[in-house]
């Protein structure tokens, strides 16, 4: 068992501005646990009392500033969490902090570069590393990915989730056994054998969660989600099983309202906006306080499901994420004292160990015919399942004869066959019943003479029946168990098996086998895995899945989505990410090609060393002279040169395999973003469609375009139109149509555009009843572009003037 409190670290967001230098300090002296101290800016201090604090100090285990790296966030806090697990003990990380702190950067990662992997992608990276150089166990290893949101839990590897509304998902339900262990209902487990498998689950989980997510339902900062890696691992030949569980959390936003509003915010008693993390923050409380016997987990579904990680068995570690600018300064106030308190929270992780019930089923049955066996030797007879006829018949005889016997020390030898003897119990049974069904009464007594003659014999029948029936529980047990464990890999099997024919459905795939591109060209006998097509087959059925919608695209829409995309401000993201996935493919494939000549030349090296090694004994035959033992000076050179190819060979090796990770990383970013950029569109598209039914057929609905999502730079232009042209710009072209121009527009419906546009206007755009096809909305959205573009107002983003329809 190990005992450990929960350990707390900080991490440091590193800011927009470099004003906030003065804010906060890190005392890190080699001696003393480090220390932040947080100190409040004058201006928000003098505001207050006379004898409010002007600095608060916190410890931690280690505090990350600003510049610290995701790869020392995970050599540091998250490898020794890993270490524990893969070791059997229970794990958890969780981060906490405000919204925009950095939590999920922490746990999941950016979606930019490669190299801000978070804690996710690199545990599952290194654990992985490690079972495959640790071959005296086995190991399996499943994933499971969980939101809860308002009290809900969802299952984000749901297949169901890319069909139906969150609202329509099957709930995941809590459930506590008599020995409060917990067991989540409807929460799929999925097995990973490889790092790519348990990676493709991660951004199937977060698509999933994208994906659910709307304006209304801000689930990525009220939900907490939970990716949870369960570890299984058996030495060979042995019962015993571990099973560990690592839980890596990425909590909602932390942020709290004041009960007194706006004028006493700082510092005061404040509310969560999340009630479930008010609720682990009462756990957290009674947790660190002594001799509190309730400890209120049940109150919500995050701290029930959390129950090991705070005071059970867990070894758990929590990230407090921190944004340090002046108007975060509560907030950050706030997360540090929380993290203080569950610094107190001490822990008890014990190894989970069971014993494997197909191992033990096997071994009692090997135990069964070994006693079998002996027993065969020891009475010469081999033993059958059943007797047969020819026996029972016989015994039924011996029995009749033993009844009918008189005499006084007449035996009944049946032999030590057990078969037998339950045998002979039954047939004196019937006999008994018979008799008492006939309503002549046998003499009893007798029998019992009988009987007491032979206490002994009868105590161990007894005994031995006693054991019999002990067995056939166990074995019974043992069975049920097994039929439960078979279910459960048929289920998974039944999962992964559903995955895999979506895969076939799916067409497209950037990693093709024997793709000149890819590492794939590499032949069959090199020790490199091809990167396996399926994964991304997986992923494009994915976003296929997701958006479903690209082959049903209209043209006009179609042509809409171009537009959209390339105004798109992520365009330059997914772009860059294009490059550099161009970069690494032909690296990998350059790689790959000397990868091959490489080991075309330890093969000649390989045949020259032996060639020379057979003419050098060759040469000592025919002179009659010795074979020199130490190899000649060509042979040696021929070896290190040998020896250095293989080297080359093996750096190589491993870089490809780091090229591999790193491109089916950016893969996935890439699809996600692509996920992301198909949703907003959609968004936008019936967004627009809407305002074209609602606000047709006048004009004037302008003012309800919604810009696209623009690049960056125009950001300067856009707020410098507000400000000053937008309003005179939205005026001037409005028509502001009187009493006539509304009956004329509701008197002919299909007036072209133009018409009713005095100033700008454009050429024909077919606005016709109810009816518009998609081509229409795209000519009208394009109509309204260039309205826009011309008059400045396509920058604008705020709140336009609006000038009513009909004023
Ligand atoms: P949270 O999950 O706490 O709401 P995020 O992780 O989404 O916050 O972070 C908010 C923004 O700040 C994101 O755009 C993220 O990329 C960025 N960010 C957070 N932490 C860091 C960091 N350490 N380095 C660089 N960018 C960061
Ligand atoms: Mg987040």
């Known amino acids: 068992m190990v005992k450990q409190t929960i350990q707390i670290f900080a991490r440091v967001k590193p800011t927009v501005r470099k004003q906030q230098q003065g804010i906060y300090s890190i005392d890190e002296d080699e001696k003393l646990t480090p220390s932040l101290e ?22 931690f285990q280690r505090i990350f500033d600003q510049d610290a790296k995701q790869e020392t966030i995970f050599e540091n806090i998250a490898k020794p969490v890993a270490e524990s697990v ?3 003990y229970n794990g958890t990380i969780f981060a906490y902090g405000q919204t925009g702190s950095g939590k999920t950067f ?72 008599p020995d409060q262990i917990i067991h989540l209902k409807n929460l799929s487990l999925h097995q990973a054998t490889t790092e790519e498998e348990a990676l493709n689950l991660l951004f199937l989980g977060d698509t ?47 942020e709290r309202v004041a009960k007194t509003g706006v004028g006493g915010l700082l510092l005061t008693e404040a509310k969560y906006i999340n009630l479930s993390l008010h609720y682990l923050e009462q756990v957290i409380i009674a947790l660190s306080e002594k001799h509190r016997s309730h400890i209120p987990y049940r109150n919500s579904m995050m701290t029930s499901v959390l129950r090991d990680s705070l005071g059970g068995n867990c070894m758990t570690t ?78 039924e005889k011996r029995i009749t004869s033993f009844l009918e016997d008189q005499h006084p020390e007449s035996k009944l030898e049946v032999g030590t066959d057990m078969r037998k003897i339950h045998h002979c119990f039954h047939y004196l049974k019937k006999l008994l019943n018979d008799k008492k069904i006939h309503g002549t009464s046998i003499a009893t007594s007798e029998i019992k003479d009988q009987n007491s003659q032979e206490p002994l014999k009868e105590e161990e029948y007894k005994k031995l029946r006693d054991i019999l029936q002990q067995r056939d529980n166990e074995i019974n047990i043992l069975v049920n168990m097994l039929k439960k464990e078979k279910k459960k890999a048929q289920d998974a099997l039944h999962f992964s098996s559903v995955d895999r024919s979506e895969l076939r459905r799916s067409q497209s795939s950037p990693f093709p086998p024997g793709n000149p591109e890819g590492p794939g060209m590499l032949p069959p006998s090199a020790p490199t895995q091809a990167p396996d097509s399926s994964t991304s087959q997986y992923r494009s059925s994915l976003l296929h899945g997701k958006t479903g919608m690209r082959e049903e695209m209209s043209l006009g829409r179609q042509e809409a989505f171009e537009i959209f995309k390339r105004d798109h401000a992520d365009s330059v993201t997914i772009e860059d990410n294009k490059q550099i996935l161009k970069q690494r493919f032909s690296e990998a494939k350059a790689l790959g090609e000397s990868i091959n000549e490489a080991r075309s030349k330890i093969g000649r090296l390989k045949e020259e060393i032996t060639q020379r090694h057979v003419q050098q004994v060759a040469l000592g035959i025919s002179e009659n002279t010795p074979v020199p033992s130490t190899p000649d000076l060509l042979e040696e050179k021929l070896r290190s040169q040998l020896e250095e190819e293989k080297r080359r060979y093996k750096a190589m090796f491993t870089h490809l395999k780091a090229l591999k990770v790193e ?22 598209w019936a967004e627009e469609a809407t305002s074209l039914q609602v606000n047709s057929p006048a ?52 007036t072209p555009l133009e018409d009713r546009i005095p100033e ?48």
């Open 38 to 59: 947080i100190i409040l800016p004058r201006d928000l201090a003098d505001g207050f009392v006379n004898n409010k604090r002007e600095s608060y100090r916190f410890k």
């Open 663 to 684: 491109i089916e990383h950016l893969q996935l970013l890439m699809d996600k973003a692509k996920v992301k950029l198909q949703k907003e569109f959609e968004a936008w």
């Open 208 to 254: 999933n969660r994208m994906i659910a997510e709307t304006p209304m339902n801000q689930a990525s900062t009220r939900s907490h989600c939970i990716f949870t890696i369960h570890l299984s691992s058996k030495e060979a030949g042995s019962a015993t099983m571990r099973h560990a569980k690592l839980h890596l959390v990425d909590l909602a936003g932390s």
């Open 106 to 177: 922490t746990i999941t990662g950016g979606a930019e570069r490669y190299s801000d992997r978070g804690i996710i992608p690199r545990t599952l990276s290194y654990i992985f590393e490690q079972l495959q150089k640790d071959s005296s166990k086995i190991y399996t290893t499943h994933i499971s990915y969980l939101e809860i949101y308002n009290e809900c839990g969802y299952d984000l590897l749901d297949p169901r989730h890319e069909a139906s509304s969150l609202e329509d998902l099957p709930k995941v339900t809590v459930l506590e056994d």
């Open 318 to 395: 929590m990230i407090a994420t921190l944004s340090l600018e002046k108007r975060n300064i509560d907030e950050s106030i706030s997360t540090c004292r929380f993290a203080q308190r569950v610094a107190l929270i001490k822990n008890e992780a014990v190894l989970n160990e069971e014993i494997d019930p197909r191992l033990m089923i096997i071994r009692l049955q090997k135990e069964i015919q070994e006693l079998k066996d002996e027993l065969a030797i020891v009475t010469g007879e081999q033993r059958t399942e059943a007797l047969t006829e020819a026996e029972l018949l016989q015994l």
């Open 699 to 750: 004009v004037n609905s302008v003012n309800h375009m919604k810009p696209f999502p623009q690049m960056p730079e125009s950001q300067h232009e856009r707020s410098q139109l507000l400000s000053n042209k937008s309003d005179v710009y939205a005026r001037k072209i409005l028509p502001s149509p009187g009493p006539l121009l509304h009956s004329q527009e509701q008197s002919s419906p299909s």
């Open 760 to 807: 700008k206007p454009v050429s024909s755009v077919p606005l016709t009843g109810d009816s518009r096809t998609d081509s229409d909305i795209l000519a009208f959205i394009k109509a309204r572009r260039s309205i826009l573009q011309r008059t400045g107002t396509i920058c604008m983003s705020g709140p336009v003037p609006v000038l009513g329809p009909y004023q």
């Open 86 to 88: 893969l070791a059997g």
